[in-house]
């Protein structure tokens, strides 16, 4: 059974920090992919932060700055540093993993249930 398990979320004021984990069971695959998305009642899902195929970090503008991600791919975990929050940032993380095939294509997406982040002004 294939498993992303997601935690950190929870509720900060504004200017707080939160540090969101997702680790991936039971996923096997040689080059996997992960990212961070969000989604908020009133918008659509929306990229948060990523890793480019040469392995550079990518984010939304609205968080450069102040969100880091790392990964430790054979652990099959990501790791988004959130700083200096804003009532905006309020929204369910997701937590997205697919493969890499030899072939260049990626795999259907897996997505992780989410972790809610509030921040109040």
């Known amino acids: 059974e294939i498993r992303l398990v997601e935690s950190g979320g929870g509720s900060v004021q504004a200017g707080g920090s939160l540090t969101l984990s997702c680790r991936a069971f039971g996923y096997i695959c040689l080059r996997v992919d992960m990212a961070w998305y969000r989604q908020s009642p009133t918008k659509e899902r929306e990229f948060v932060s990523g890793f480019e195929s040469d392995g550079a970090a990518t984010y939304a503008d609205s968080v450069k700055g102040r969100f880091t991600i790392s990964k430790d791919y054979p652990k099959k975990t990501v790791t988004l540093q959130m700083n200096d929050l804003r009532p905006d940032d309020t929204a369910l993380y997701s937590c997205?993993?697919?493969?890499?095939?030899?072939?260049?294509?990626?795999?259907?997406?897996?997505w992780g249930q989410g972790t809610q982040v509030t921040v109040s002004s």
């Open positions: 997205r993993i697919r493969c890499l095939y030899a072939s260049g294509e990626y795999s259907e997406p897996i």
